[in-house]
């Protein structure tokens, strides 16, 4: 069974550096492949997709949050880091992690709960 | 970049048939995937590649993609189909991309 699990702050203030963990279990960042992802959706709007770790390191990154965004792996814990840079307001909303099973689809098998991050002096 | 637009909300009564729209330039050449995500919860995917269905998705879902309109067709819709729906495809310019979601209302 593949469960992800977001956490990090609930609150940042503006200008600081958000991070966020995704702690996972039911596959492997080691396996051919498989990738994890972050979308983010703010409060009554759409989701945005944001970044996309691989299993090889490859990593990549949303165009237009691109400078402001850094996805990092650690395979033996079974976590997916996202730290943002410069938090804004407009950067509330809720984010979630999600995993893709093989680099040859392009969807989301399966995503995590969520976490509200709201950004507020 | 590469933007995907969607009806904001979509009505069905009970029973009948709901298709919800996903546009895109030449999205009849990608292949795309559509979500769920009921009040509160966490999106799920509920087609992929265009028409297949993941398993435990019921049958009532079905997708397809011709030119430059994608549709989900939600067949016999109930009210636990009350929901937010999202288009989705890959781009080579923008990476993941997200439709502008759709707001389907069971009356």
């Known amino acids: 069974q593949i469960t992800l699990k977001e956490s990090g702050p609930t609150l940042v203030k503006p200008t600081q550096t958000l991070t966020l963990t995704c702690t996972f279990s039911?596959?492997?960042?080691?396996?051919?492949?498989?990738?994890v992802g972050w979308i983010r959706q703010p409060p009554g709007k759409a989701l945005e997709w944001l970044a996309l770790?691989?299993?090889?390191?490859?990593?990549r990154y949303s165009p237009s949050l691109n400078t402001r965004l850094t996805i990092t792996k650690d395979t033996s814990k079974n976590q997916v880091v996202l730290t943002m840079t410069n938090m804004d307001p407009v950067d509330t909303g809720t984010y979630y992690c999600?995993?893709?099973?093989?680099?040859?689809?392009?969807?989301?098998?399966?995503w995590g709960l969520g976490t509200l991050v709201v950004v507020s002096s | 970049s590469y933007v995907l637009t969607q009806p904001p909300s979509v009505s069905v009564a009970p029973g009948q048939t709901a298709r919800i729209t996903c546009g895109g330039n030449n999205l009849g050449s990608k292949r795309v995937h559509w979500y769920q995500q009921r009040p509160g919860q966490a999106p799920v995917l509920v087609v992929f590649d265009d028409k297949d269905r993941p398993s435990g998705i019921p049958e009532r879902f079905s997708g397809s993609n011709s030119g430059n309109t994608a549709t989900l067709t939600i067949s016999g819709a109930e009210a636990g189909d009350e929901a937010d729906y999202y288009c989705q495809v890959w781009d080579p310019t923008t990476d993941q991309v997200f439709g502008t979601g759709t707001t389907v209302t069971v009356v």
């Open positions: 039911g596959f492997s960042l080691s396996t051919s492949g498989v990738s």
């Open positions: 999600a995993y893709k099973r093989n680099a040859a689809s392009s969807y989301f098998d399966k």
């Open positions: 770790i691989y299993w090889d390191d490859d990593k």
